[in-house]
């Protein structure tokens, strides 16, 4: 039975009780997980497909109930003070949402939630990674995304939709996939009373209904306008986000409760503001913020994105630990390195300021002689596309300093002129040259 009309936040109560319920009881469940970077866009297009879904689910859907799962533990939260910010606008908190804790401890989570049991949509990303994708990814039966196509998720995943092309912000492609079923919904309530009906505090049901349209609008245009720099990004904006950006304005403009007092441009600059300051982390929750990862063959891969540049990643490593120490960076990335077991790591760094123009810097670290290789091979291939140019941070050593040979590269820093290309455009250039030499190493 489909969810009865309700806010999101009575909604995201419920489909935590129905994963609980689901794991002690072996009932089947329908998830929607969005990448492990776990930003704001992977949030918002989990919460909006799950939200929209069941409250109309299809014929044939496995479940009436489709859960949104945060891909990263409750903890992780507090490092995303965007979240907390956009909460506010939205009426929900950050206890009500599904993280990775309300699994049962990954290393067992498949003797307790039987694969067999569970059906999953990918939503800003199209192949299911880490341990989740080691479990669950022959289970994948549907998918949103905006990323290069991976081919592994089967062509056929009827009911539920398989949409993969470029588009600014992923949550602008679940926007068009359920704009008519959010209309239906939305008509649908208001004439059956749905919100009296609740008893409700508020007594008319077309601004009860509004309200709540407004709020989950409000979500999902924070990830639009974000991922598309208020929508000026040249290089990022698609039709579709410019289309998304205007139906849900809308939807917040019919709100009696919100129209008066919306702003679009200061909504956009609180959450930008919020998601720039980093000032009180620490360099391992940076680099943990908006993270992800690849395995090709057997090798690992690891990028973090990051919105301030590598001086001030230099500096929060000294302040942090030991203010005298040079090397205090280098040593802080070893053990990011070391804990994820990567073979390559990545920080692209993507900042503006009032005395600097936009720009971008891409630090690369090989873990061995294999994948110095393939980072030397990677910097030939792409030199010309991202206009990669060698700079010095201080605190960053060059790996290649006492090498003359770019295959003993160890560690890089470059200056990136195409500030157009993001990690999305970057991770599968290196993930292609990790893969052939992997093949070459395989072959000898």
Known sequence: MAFPPNSLRAFLSHAKKGLLTAIQQSHKVTIVVGNES???????????YSYLRSLNPPPKAFTPLYIPLLNIPEADLRIRPEFAALFERANISASHLVTLDDLSPLERIGDVLKPANTRWILVDHNKLQGALGSIYSSRVRGVIDHHEEENVITQDTNPEPRVVEKCGSC??????????????????SLS????????????????VRKSWDAQIAKLALASVLIDTTNLTSEHKVEAADREAAQYL???IQSSPTYAQIWDQERFYEEINRAKQNIDGLELDEILRKDYKEWTENETRLG??????????????ARSSNQPDAVDAFEQAADKFIRSKSLSIFAIMTASKS????????LFLQATDT?????????????????????????????GSSNNDRAELWTRKVWAQRNVGKSRKQVAPLLRAVMSNSNQEKSQE
Do not use: C, N, Y
Request: glycine share 6%; net charge negative.
């Open 171 to 188: 949550t602008s492609l679940v926007v068009r996939t359920f704009r008519t079923t959010w209309d239906a919904i939305s008509t649908a």
């Open 370 to 398: 294999s994948s110095a290789a393939a980072v030397a091979k990677f910097f030939t291939g792409a030199r010309e596309e991202l206009e990669l140019e060698d700079v010095h941070v201080s605190g960053i050593g060059d």
């Open 249 to 251: 304005s809308a939807k």
């Open 354 to 361: 009032p005395d600097r123009p936009f720009g971008r810097e």
């Open 38 to 48: 776990a930003d704001l866009d992977s949030l918002t297009s989990s919460l909006l």
């Open 192 to 207: 059956s009373g749905a919100a009296h009906a609740q008893g409700d505090s508020l007594v008319d049901d077309s601004m």
């Open 303 to 316: 990028i973090s994105s990051v919105v301030k540049p590598l001086e001030f990643l230099t500096a929060t």
